[in-house]
């Protein structure tokens, strides 16, 4: 029977993945991961189940070679690169494999997303809703899919004209009147007049507690 980490090597073939990428999937230190892969160290279980699903396996599997009757379903994880606030009002441009390097951030997902996604990390506290649930604090990286004409009500990533850096607002559509709403009571509305380029919406909010 295959060890642990001939299993674990076995998946990262197959799914096209890197010490990296269990790194950033499973918050585990490199040394974790690294002893994860050298020394068929198995991981303990808060780690195993993130590790199983971001490689579309089993803990039963992963863990003791295993197979279970009832198969996890899992969705496809998509790697999304997080790039900065000024890269995004030139995203369409800029878009291609060329521009990713061993630098680049990357976040990982299971919802469903265009190749063409990207993350942003929010600065600034004009997202963080005093009073509940959506809020997205500063720090927070949020998973946008881009789109022109996103529905009202949706969290969205904007250019306003005269900033060359996106920002992160609520749309609020009333009629031909439009406004980039910030979640915090203590920022004011920002009227959309033809002075705003809107690049997509947010799909997935991703916060470290």
Same mark, same amino acid.
């Given at each position: 029977?295959?060890?642990?980490?001939?299993?674990?090597?076995? =998946?990262?073939?197959?799914?096209?993945?890197?010490?990296?990428?269990?790194?950033?999937?499973?918050? #585990?230190? =490199?040394?974790?991961?690294? =002893? !994860?892969?050298?020394?068929?160290?198995?991981?303990? #279980?808060?780690?195993?189940?993130?590790?199983?699903?971001?490689?579309?396996?089993?803990?039963? !599997?992963?863990?003791?070679?295993?197979?279970?009757?009832?198969?996890?379903?899992? #969705? $496809?994880?998509?790697? %999304? $690169?997080?790039?900065?606030?000024?890269?995004?009002?030139?995203?369409?441009?800029?878009?291609?494999?060329?521009?990713?390097?061993?630098?680049?951030?990357?976040?990982?997902?299971?919802?469903?997303? $265009?190749?063409?996604?990207? #993350?942003?990390?929010?600065?600034?506290?004009?997202?963080?809703?005093?009073?509940?649930?959506?809020?997205?604090?500063?720090?927070?990286?949020?998973?946008?899919?881009?789109?022109?004409?996103?529905?009202?009500?949706?969290?969205?990533?904007?250019?306003?004209?005269?900033?060359?850096?996106?920002?992160? =607002?609520?749309?609020?559509?009333?009629?031909?009147?439009?406004?980039?709403?910030?979640?915090?009571?203590?920022?004011?509305?920002?009227?959309?007049?033809?002075?705003?380029?809107v690049i997509g919406y947010v799909?997935? %909010?991703?916060?470290?507690?």
């Amino acid at each position: 029977m295959k060890s642990f980490s001939e299993r674990l090597v076995e =998946k990262m073939k197959e799914q096209g993945v890197r010490q990296v990428d269990l790194v950033a999937a499973t918050k #585990a230190s =490199k040394g974790t991961v690294s =002893k !994860w892969i050298n020394q068929n160290a198995v991981p303990d #279980a808060k780690f195993l189940f993130p590790l199983a699903k971001f490689l579309r396996t089993t803990p039963e !599997w992963l863990s003791e070679g295993r197979v279970v009757r009832a198969v996890l379903q899992t #969705a $496809p994880i998509k790697k %999304i $690169p997080v790039i900065s606030r000024v890269q995004a009002g030139q995203w369409r441009e800029i878009y291609s494999e060329q521009f990713f390097d061993e630098h680049t951030e990357w976040v990982y997902s299971s919802f469903s997303l $265009p190749d063409d996604s990207f #993350a942003l990390r929010v600065e600034g506290d004009s997202m963080n809703n005093p009073y509940g649930s959506p809020s997205i604090p500063e720090g927070s990286v949020v998973v946008v899919v881009p789109c022109p004409d996103p529905d009202n009500g949706k969290i969205v990533v904007a250019m306003l004209d005269g900033s060359n850096e996106a920002t992160v =607002k609520k749309l609020q559509k009333d009629g031909p009147i439009k406004h980039l709403v910030p979640l915090n009571p203590n920022f004011s509305p920002i009227e959309i007049n033809g002075n705003c380029q809107v690049i997509g919406y947010v799909k997935q %909010i991703i916060q470290n507690i």
